[in-house]
């Protein structure tokens, strides 16, 4: 008998809830803790750039999940962009679930595509900025915007008009060379077919933030891309840094102990052996975290 047949309709049906021995195993795949670091990461980045002066746009926000890291750092503005209405939706709902009292009292959601040489006048008419932004966050987003230079030019132009002068962009991204070296022992954490992430959008399944890649002659199509993309900030931003996750993450801790362990203690969970060890990773694990690069661009004062 199938198990469809053995819950018919009128019959109580299984829980869709995880079981707690489901949890605890999703929550120990490497996957789930490179996404752990990867969230680690984002809060440090955030809260060493941020301050309560910071007028934030955040471009490609999708459900919202940064609001609550935007809000420890209690910037003055936020603007959160994404062109499907859905996630708009989403993160305007999660907004509104927020207490009270939160700090984060100035924000505006608005569903439009920030790849249209437009969007960025539409931003400023409708935010009603007397002042211009200082930060534009795209993480795990600047990939899209290399699958062509004609995008990367328009992003990088409208970053630029609504920036400040010393104005950044702060990001992460897929590292090509350590993203090829990864399908040297995928294991079963990576799905092997071709780059499709970035001619059809074909969204990778299973693992989280992780990307489809085959071969040299894809790893060389994307260092196209990203070459495209570096040509395309030309004159418009400078690279102040880029660096890999993990190579962040201990540069930072030695910069910022306290707020380093305090943000550790609430993202990542007991995954530390102790003050002044190493992280206790896997070999994918430590390959799927470094899969990412931190980027920090700053807008050039004249050009």
């Known amino acids: 008998m199938s198990n469809n047949a053995a819950f018919p309709h009128s019959a109580i049906r299984p829980c869709a809830k995880l079981s707690v021995r489901e949890r605890s195993f999703r929550l120990s795949r ?4 490179a996404l752990c670091f990867g969230n680690y990461a984002k ?28 809000e420890a750092s209690n910037p003055e503005m936020v603007v959160f962009v994404d062109k499907d209405f859905k996630c708009i939706q989403r993160a305007s709902q999660r907004y509104r679930e927020r207490p ?31 002042n ?32 400040e002068p010393g104005g950044v962009i702060l990001g992460i991204m897929p590292n090509a060379h350590r993203l090829l070296m990864a399908t040297q022992h995928p294991g079963s954490l990576f799905a092997i077919e071709g780059l499709q992430q970035f001619t059809d959008k074909t969204l990778t399944s299973g693992v989280p933030y992780t990307f489809q890649i085959s071969g040299e ?28 996750v993990l190579d962040f993450l201990l540069q930072k801790e030695i910069e910022f102990p306290e707020l380093c362990a305090s943000l550790f203690s609430c993202i990542v969970c007991n995954r530390f052996i102790g003050p002044g060890s190493q992280w206790k990773f896997s070999r994918d694990e430590m390959c799927l975290v470094d899969l990412y690069d931190i980027v920090v661009l700053s807008k050039i004062r004249s050009v």
């Open 43 to 70: 809060a440090i980045l955030m809260r060493i750039s941020l301050s309560n002066r910071s007028r934030v746009l955040e471009f490609g926000c999708g459900p919202g999940t940064n609001i609550l890291k935007l």
């Open 100 to 130: 009270a009292d939160t700090t984060l009292s100035n924000v505006k959601f608005f569903c439009l595509d920030f790849l249209q040489y437009s969007s960025a006048q539409m931003v400023c008419r409708h935010s009603r900025v007397a």
């Open 217 to 244: 002659e894809a790893y060389h199509e994307y260092t196209l891309l990203l070459s495209d993309m570096i040509q395309a900030m030309d004159g418009l931003f400078e690279v102040k840094q880029i660096t890999s």
């Open 132 to 163: 211009p932004f200082d930060c534009v966050l795209a993480f795990y987003s600047l990939q899209y915007i290399a699958e062509s230079q004609e995008k990367s030019m328009i992003f990088f132009r409208n970053c630029f008009s609504i920036l």
């Open 30 to 33: 490497p996957a789930n803790i």
